[in-house]
Nanobody
Framework: QVQLQESGGASVQTGGSLRLSCTAS????????MAWYRQAPGKQRELVAT?????????LDSVKGRFTIFRENVKPMNTVYLDMHNLKPEDTAVYYC????????????????WGQGTQVSVSP
């Protein structure tokens, strides 16, 4: 089992920045992908960013150039971050950290593990 704990959510104004952190503990040696998802009120959950065990990132188009995903350890995965800049009201959501043992986590396969979520609110 893997436990994921997010932190860093807050309320900011448009144009502000935040750093979200997610610490993985437990049986982390098989994790191939760590990811950030978000879910805004009344909307479906969406995949924001992923990073694989080779340190390759991928992003939702609407956050490219504004968000950066990175991690402290190559393998095993330990802590993953999401730096968010130039935040917009449409970025308001609960952000979830997720992880999976499959290299297709987030794109073909659902994550195996989820954090509890952290609220990001961006005011106009």
């Amino acid at each position: 089992q893997v436990q994921l704990q997010e932190s860093g959510g807050a309320s900011v104004q448009t144009g502000g920045s935040l750093r979200l952190s997610c610490t993985a503990s437990g049986s982390i040696f098989d994790i191939e992908i760590m990811a950030w998802y978000r879910q805004a009120p009344g909307k479906q959950r969406e995949l924001v960013a992923t990073i694989d065990s080779d340190d390759n990132p991928n992003y939702l188009d609407s956050v490219k150039g504004r968000f950066t995903i990175f991690r402290e350890n190559v393998k095993p995965m330990n802590t993953v971050y999401l730096d968010m800049h130039n935040l917009k009201p449409e970025d308001t959501a609960v952000y979830y950290c997720a992880a999976g043992d499959s290299p297709n986590t987030g794109y073909v396969d659902e994550p195996d593990y989820w954090g509890q979520g952290t609220q990001v609110s961006v005011s106009p």
